[in-house]
């Protein structure tokens, strides 16, 4: 599939029909709150007031949840520890692995009757795949699913409809570097035995090459225009990349380290998956029947797939393999003590340390003072130390509303609140002595400097309607500020080994957790801007730069945000900053070209259009590896400006080092001073612009390439 920029103006044409007319109001609705016991809790934890509201014209829609779930006894079972998944051969000398997708009861709580649910492997959560860092790895997913929909199917979705199956899946590992045939694109599906097949299906085993830091993945479903009922229905796993450095550590391992899958789900009273049918009414065309819903909030805590769960500890340091997999919710999390007899939170618990983020390790441990927010997908590498809480038992409290606009909390009555996600039970008895430890640095995480970058993308978050009158949000350009369909030409297509900034414009009430397919990128910050105003000039059609319409200084990411990102909060009333290599990157990742999607990784979300393609395009014949300067910085204070460097006979050696369009003595000078600052990281280098300046050939750029350099510029 491939799909050029020239219809993008008339595809923006057809949503400026459906634009916004309506008057301002903010979805909302309380639901089952009392059978919760949240108002007592919310009040005790410290509810914030709510900011920075953005203002979106459009209609109030909701879910249409009057369904709750049967009333549950908390915290009667132990929390299960996904199994890891053994290889069942090789291929090509590396590990094979053969993954059935299946529909199997599984109890998901001791009062309930067995829930149906689909799982990888037959389970929910599937199983975790375990492989080192650089080891590549070969994954056959296969669809056993059965015909009919455990769920309602809305066929108005893109990628659905009377001609294509119910039943159809395929897996994106999320957060890896792949090739866009292994990437589990939404139109790649497949239905069982592969007897049917989507537009760009392309391989049934996929490759993965892990050139990527130790960290945690998650593999998912991904079909299009159903994603949301796949995964809900039970279609989740991670997927763990390890490596030496990281056994180095001497961190909790073996059972002190466990993965932790925060999700919510409502029950009917025979224990089977209520999902609704379609959002409440509201004046204008009537829905379809069943329809999408904007966004779809559980009234019960599941963890790795047992409803109200406990979890019991030694009185040690434990290290958490967090994701938020849910549908649309958000968790802002913290431990309290906890009264189980009187159901009444204490005084807080034990601090989290947060050691990773979605692509690896953070360079140093990050106390978090208050909560740690974890967005749909985001994924989290905590250490928890129990030592001092022997004989108690802590809640882990959630405060975060739903629908999430990136503030601690709403007035009670615009929220769907799931304060209790889990308890933890710290056992009296100590044990061995805790041997693991909390290091003072982590990992180097090499920046990726914006100097460097050869684009800045403006991409905003809008909110209409649809043929329906359905909330239909969709991302846009500075061309096409009222947004694109899924189908529109592609309108993002760095060139592999480049360096972009892409400013993600959120001009809707709510926060959006945007993810970028086959790259780590990291967040440069967000900056306030006014909104009024933009969309005042959205909806004119005379946008100017987002530059003319900040109102405050970039605001640097918290430090649990400053390593490797696949998938951030991008909040209402704010443009979020964010920068990505799209290629190799010292010593990190692999150059791949081809489609993937980005997109906002509420479920609901994109399956309903807020999701689009970009490709990353090869380079040409003649591409300079050095469009601009080499600017070398230490605090950041500058040190040096030098070129950029040229390549003078076509040799792939760039010997003009100083950008001057001679090659003398100087470039070897220049080369010294490049190779300095590049080897005490005061200047960051691709692996191609290393090779492009190693003089000597052995694979390395340093002093030793200057010397080299002064030989060839004095003797030839």
């Not at 019991?312 to 913290?334: D, E, H, Q």
């Amino acid at each position: 599939m491939s799909r050029n920029q020239s219809g993008a103006n008339e595809e923006q044409s057809a949503n400026d029909a459906e634009s916004n007319d309506r008057t301002t109001s903010r979805r909302s609705v309380l639901h089952g709150m009392g059978a919760l016991g949240a108002t007592g809790l919310l009040s005790k934890a410290g509810l914030s007031e709510a900011s920075n509201g953005a203002i979106g014209n459009v209609p109030t829609q909701v879910a249409d949840v009057n369904q709750t779930s049967p009333e549950l006894e908390k915290w009667v079972d132990e929390v299960p520890r996904p199994s890891v998944l053994k290889p069942d051969g090789r291929k090509k000398g590396k590990s094979y692995y053969e993954v059935d997708m299946r529909q199997v009861e599984q109890q998901l709580h001791r009062d309930l009757p067995p829930t149906t649910v689909w799982g990888y492997e037959g389970q929910y959560p599937g199983p975790t795949i375990e492989t080192k860092r650089g080891e590549d790895v070969y994954v056959k997913w296969k669809n056993n699913l059965p015909e009919e929909h455990l769920l309602p199917v809305d066929e108005t979705l893109h990628g659905t409809g009377p001609d294509v199956p119910d039943v159809r899946t395929v897996t994106h590992l999320h957060g890896a570097n792949v090739e866009p045939e292994s990437d589990g694109g939404p139109e790649a599906w497949f239905t069982q035995n592969f007897e049917e097949v989507g537009p760009t299906f392309e391989k049934k085993t996929y490759w993965y090459a892990n050139e990527q830091p130790s960290t945690s993945l998650w593999y998912h479903d991904h079909a299009l225009g159903i994603t949301r009922l796949n995964v809900y229905a039970g279609l989740a796993g991670f997927y763990f990349i390890r490596g030496k450095h990281e056994r180095a550590l001497d961190l909790p391992d073996g059972k002190y380290e466990i993965p932790l899958v925060f999700q919510d789900r409502t029950f009917n009273d025979d224990g089977s998956l209520f999902y609704p049918s379609g959002p409440d009414e509201d004046e204008g065309e009537p829905n379809p029947d069943p329809s999408v819903v904007p966004e779809f909030f559980g009234d019960t805590s599941v963890v790795n797939g047992k409803a109200w769960p406990r979890l019991t500890v030694k009185p040690r340091k434990y290290r958490f393999r967090m994701l938020a997999g849910g549908n649309s919710r958000f968790f802002n999390l913290k431990l309290f003590q906890y009264d189980e007899e009187t159901q009444t939170i204490g005084d807080p618990g034990p601090t989290m340390t947060q050691i990773g983020s979605d692509g690896g390790f953070l360079e140093k441990p990050v106390e978090i003072s208050d909560r740690l927010l974890l967005g749909p997908a985001f994924r989290a590498d905590i250490i928890i130390d129990f030592s001092e809480y022997e004989g108690q038992s802590l809640l882990l409290h959630n405060n975060a509303p739903s629908p999430f606009s990136g503030v601690a909390g709403e007035d009670p009555d615009d929220v769907q609140p799931l304060p209790e996600i889990m308890l933890f039970d710290v056992q009296e008895k100590g044990c061995k002595r805790d041997k693991s430890c909390i290091p003072k640095r982590l990992a180097r995480v090499p920046e990726i400097n914006p100097d460097n970058a050869v684009e800045e993308r403006e991409l905003p978050l809008v909110e209409g309607v649809d043929e329906y009158d359905r909330l239909k949000l969709l991302l846009g350009t500075r061309e096409s500020p009222n947004g694109l369909n899924w189908d529109a030409p592609i309108t993002e297509d760095p060139k592999v080994g480049t360096t972009e900034i892409w400013d993600l414009i959120n001009t809707t009430v709510d926060t959006h957790p945007i993810h970028l397919h086959l790259v780590q990128f990291q967040v440069l910050g967000r900056r306030p801007f006014n909104v009024d105003q933009y969309n005042a000039d959205r909806e004119s059609g005379s946008v100017g730069p987002i530059s003319d319409y900040c109102t405050g200084e970039l605001e640097p990411p918290a430090a649990n945000n400053r390593g490797w990102k696949d998938t951030i909060d991008a909040d209402p009333g704010y443009v979020t900053q964010v920068i990505a290599h799209f290629g190799k990157f010292k010593g990190l990742f692999k150059d791949f070209t081809g489609e993937y999607p980005w997109h906002c990784h509420i479920l609901e979300h994109e399956d309903h259009e807020m999701m689009r393609p970009y490709e990353v395009l090869p380079r040409e014949d003649g591409d300079n590896l050095f469009p601009n300067p080499l600017v070398a910085k230490k605090s950041g204070r500058t040190l040096f400006k030098i070129g950029p460097p040229q390549d003078l006979d076509g040799d792939c050696l760039y010997e003009d080092v100083n950008g001057d369009d001679e090659f003398d003595i100087e470039d070897a000078i220049a080369l010294g001073q490049v190779a300095w600052a590049y080897e005490n990281s005061y200047l960051e280098l691709s692996d191609e612009q290393v090779a492009a300046l190693d003089a000597n050939g052995d694979g390395e750029l340093t002093t030793q390439d200057a010397i080299a350099l002064g030989r060839m510029a004095l003797f030839g």
